[in-house]
């Protein structure tokens, strides 16, 4: 009996295999068939694993999208939504499943720049034009003439907060990174670098330390911080670690400015530090108390409706995914056809186009060219506006 | 005398069943790695399987034939890998991927080959096993685990911090791919090593490691030397696993390895059967392929005009996980145990015979 039922258990295991192979081999027969009345654009997105919860935000901004500008060329856009599990070997095999399978004739995404590198190669290859929303590492689509990106890159970033903080009379400078992660380190160097430049003194930077993932005690490195006594301390990390370095700062007894990255516009950061959260300086993508453009009213408006309070403000990733998404549907409107190359070259010749997140042109690398970031504090448990760094 | 006869054609039947197995298996994969048949999409889970068997079978070599149980996996393919990344990536590329603290003047000069990257991968997994395994194998069950899991998160944050080397968190990229035909000729000759290996005499006594240190001691094996050999030959090939690894997907960083990637590989041992070579080799592909092929539980699902809210991201690993759960319930030791599959097994289990008896020599490849 037992074996009988092993047996039947393992045969049902190697028909479902080969079921699942006659079925994925006839899914193309259907996406090709000639031009058929949808257009297809592969959403590649972590939606599980280590970076869940920012790729569903993502997601929804590029679904709303989808739904705000359901049409190109006449054809309906259907998003083929595929989970990377924030992991790269999935990642890969993701991204080719949506190109072969699903006969895609465009990408979006994804969180997280380790995935869209793993993934870039195989973009490259297929001549598939992909839009990343929220990758900033600069490997995405450096070298890679298919990958283009709707948001500003760590460097970039980096230089807007120590031009900031030269504004505002700083001095010195420590730095708090996080080892390991790619965003963390990316965003610290780069502001190192342009603070020292900018100050034009290489002490200026008293502190550079790095804390690992989930440590919780950050005492040590800012009894050491304190004992040099920076004008800013600038401590790019995610929106759980921050109200901890923020918190145990203001405990030490640390009264100077404390700045992030776009990563501390999240309400949990007000929520878990309080009322030490009270002053503290981020740079983020936009702002939907003061839209840049046409487009980007009409998407508060519209989106602020779509969350119904599921969410306090809205996330700069939903804004950019939404980018992301016209974008590339701009693109393939005028390139007039599905074809790779041709969207591509429309991509690359993008010229003022009014996102939600600014006036959007592309580098030759693919990057969008933004030269402004909006800064941001906290007053009263809000994340307000209080001004636009440009850069040149 | 009868019986001899209809033994000897047994024989020549399945040494031609084996030869025709191997020729089909050759052409299918030729024609793939030609883009003839299938697809990149079917290609690339193909490849992702053969790498994972490697890894998976050094793993099982390890923790299913000499009993170690070890957890240090992540960080053997995690050297393997780095190897090859460091010293296959063209030199005029890497100005721009060190761009934040530049490459070690003297490797960013060095250039290799990709198999003398990918066997000096090995080779230094082996050698950070060896120096590693001295004095960690003195230790027996749970505290192994535990040391070598602690060994290879060390190994991941060296990685993070060695800049100059490995670009920290940033990873490298532009690693240049190998083909279909490489990784599986790789994959066999690893698998063939190790199953010649496990069939020797050094083999048999892990074997009688596993099943008895005391005795094995008294029969007058070193238990340590085999320990560490053991250990050692295991991560030569998880580094190799690591270096292809590292060829397929073009990029590394040292987020890919953590613990929770040697899970992924003990699951294959264990689903397989801990001590089973081609067990493991099927299960590193039942759960690669299982996992793409349920893909469809993620999309949205309407029926009748209704959307089915269990459809949706994520839904794929709970249908995973219950299916597992099915299959060691009803597979207790893992697929295949111990037992190595064949034709006298698959005859067996077809007829219904108790197969208590191992059997050798595997016939699928």
Known sequence: MKRLLSLALSATMVISLFTGCTKQEQAPATSTSGDSDVIKIGVFEPLTGENGGGGLQELDGIKYANKMYPEVLGKKVELVVVDNKSDKGEATTAVTRLIEKEGVVAIIGSYGS?????????????????????????????????YFRACFLDPFQGEVMANYAIQQGAKTAAVIMQNGDDYSVGLGNFFINSFKKLTGNDASVVDISEFQVNDTDFNAILTNIKAKNPDVIFAPSSATTAPLIIKQARALGITCPIMGGDTWENPAVVEVAGADAEGIVLSTFFDENDPATEEAKSFVEGYKKELAGKEPIIPAVAALGYDAYILMLDAIERAGSTDGVAIRDALNATKDFEGVTGVINFTPEGDADKNIAVIKTVKGGQFVYIDSVEVK | MMNKIENKNNKTKRYAANILLAAVFIVVITLIDQNL?????????????????????????????????????????????????????????????????????????????????????????????????????????????????????IIRIVFTNL????????????????????????????????????????????????????????????????????????????????????????????????????????????????????????????????????????????????????????????????????????FRKGLLGQKELSWKLISNIFKGKNSNKKSNKGGAA
């Open chain 1, 114 to 146: 380790g995935v869209s590198i793993a993934a870039g190669d195989i973009i490259k290859n297929a001549k598939i034009p992909a839009m990343g929303a929220s990758c900033t590492n600069p490997m995405v689509t450096q070298g890679n003439d298919f």
């Open chain 2, 37 to 153: 048949i299938g697809d990149q999409y079917i290609k690339r889970v193909l490849n992702l399987s053969a790498i994972y068997a490697i890894v998976a079978v050094s793993m099982n070599l390890v923790n299913g034939f000499t009993g170690l149980f070890s957890l240090g996996q992540a960080g053997f393919m995690a050297i393997g890998a780095y190897t090859v990344a460091v010293f296959t990536v063209p030199i005029n590329y890497r100005a721009s991927i060190f761009y934040i603290v530049p490459q070690n003047q003297v490797l960013a000069q060095i250039h290799l080959p990709f198999f003398i990257a990918l066997i000096l991968g090995g080779l230094a997994a082996a050698l950070v096993a060896l120096l590693i395994g001295i004095p960690v194998l003195r230790l027996k069950s749970d505290y192994l685990a535990i040391a070598t899991l602690g060994f290879s998160e």
């Open chain 2, 163 to 330: 800049k100059t080397i490995t670009n920290g968190a940033l990873g490298i990229k532009s690693i240049p791919g190998v083909s279909t035909w490489v990784i599986f000729i790789v994959a066999i000759l690893s698998i063939v090593l190790i199953a010649l290996l496990i069939n020797s005499t050094y083999g048999r006594a892990f074997k009688a490691i596993r099943e008895d240190e005391i005795a094995a001691e008294a029969m007058g094996i070193n238990l340590f030397k085999h320990k560490v050999m053991s250990f050692a030959i295991g991560a030569f090939f998880a580094g190799i696993g690591g270096g292809l690894f590292a060829a397929l997907l073009g990029t590394v960083d040292p987020k890919q390895f953590y613990f929770t990637m040697t899970y992924n590989f003990l699951l294959m041992i264990v689903l397989g059967g801990m001590g089973s070579i081609t067990g493991t080799i099927i299960s590193s592909f039942i759960v690669t392929f299982g996992l793409e092929f349920l893909r469809f539980f993620d999309e949205p699902l309407a029926m009748f005009g209704y959307n089915i809210t269990f459809f949706r991201a994520g839904f794929r690993m709970v249908i995973f996980s219950i299916l597992l759960m099915i299959l060691v319930l009803f």
